[in-house]
Structure formats: C-alpha cells, structure tokens
C-alpha cells in the first residue's frame, strides 16, 4: 500500500494546523511557517554551494532546528496535544559562536555592504532577508497568538549568521565585499 502525498482537504482553501483546528491557508500562522519553510530550502541550496564541511554541518543544524521552529508554528497552541521538539539555550549559542568564529578572521565592517561578491554569498543574502520575513512574520503572529520568544530570538540570530557568512564567504574566496557608497 502506498502513501498518497494529496489528501484534497485543502482543495478549498483552507488547511489543519496540528491539533485539528482549520484556518486559511493565508491566515499569519500558515504565511510565518511557510516562510521558514522556504527559508530552510534557501539553506539547502545554501548548503549545496558549500565545500567547508564544517559550515555545511552548521547548516545542516539550522535546517533540524528550522524544522523545529516549524512544528512548533503548524501547532494550534490551545488544542495541540503532540510533543513537539523545542528550542534551547545551546541553539542560539551556536549561531553566536559561529558568528564570533568568523569575525575573527573578517575584516573590520565600515560601512553597509551591498549582497552580492559572488554566488554562494548572494545565497547567503537570500535567505537572510527570507529569514527576516520570516521573523517579521512571527512577531506579527505573536500580537495574536502564542509564539515562544526563543522563535523570534533564534530567527534574529540566524539573520545576524547569514550576513556573517556571506562576509566570510566573500574574504574566503578572495572576493571583495562592495560597500554602499551613498550619493549624497
């Protein structure tokens, strides 16, 4: 017996959040883990750019605990009976870790850097403003709805490691950064 991936319960525009509740599917809640949906596809292509083991099993880490926060998004908070995984401490300690890791080596920011440098770095670009949307998206969530705060800080880190791998993924290759040069 095989698994059919369509059900046609949502053929009308609605969808189940866990625990049974239906809502929209343009309700806040299905738009804030959608976007971290695409932002953890955005680490994938991410991942698949990168050569440094070490980065990719940073990122690999992101996406368990992306998978995470979306859980605990697709969740009704009042009904939902199922454990779901949470986020702790050691999580956004990571990310700050990483961050200060390669600020280390990165050369001092002095101005507003504009995406780009090549590649692999606009990537990082990319889902670092789908990261921010995301977060947006959960503060806006959180106005009406119960969101745990480790959601919101871990998703505001996460943008802070982006832009820092994007730096660290220009001076790796050699690339140089282009800053912003404001026509005053």
Sequence with gaps: ???????????????????????PKHHIRIESYGTVDELNSYIGLLKDQIHDEAVKTVLYEIQDRLFTIGSVLASDPGKSKMKIPDLIEADITLLEHEIDRMNEVLPELKSFVLPGGNTVASFCHIARCVCRRAERLCVHLSDESEVPAMVIIYLNRLSDYLFVLSRKIVFDAGSEEISWRPRI
């Design 1 to 23: 017996m095989s698994f059919k991936i369509y059900t046609k319960t949502g053929d009308k525009g609605e969808t189940s959040l866990i625990g049974g509740t239906r809502v």
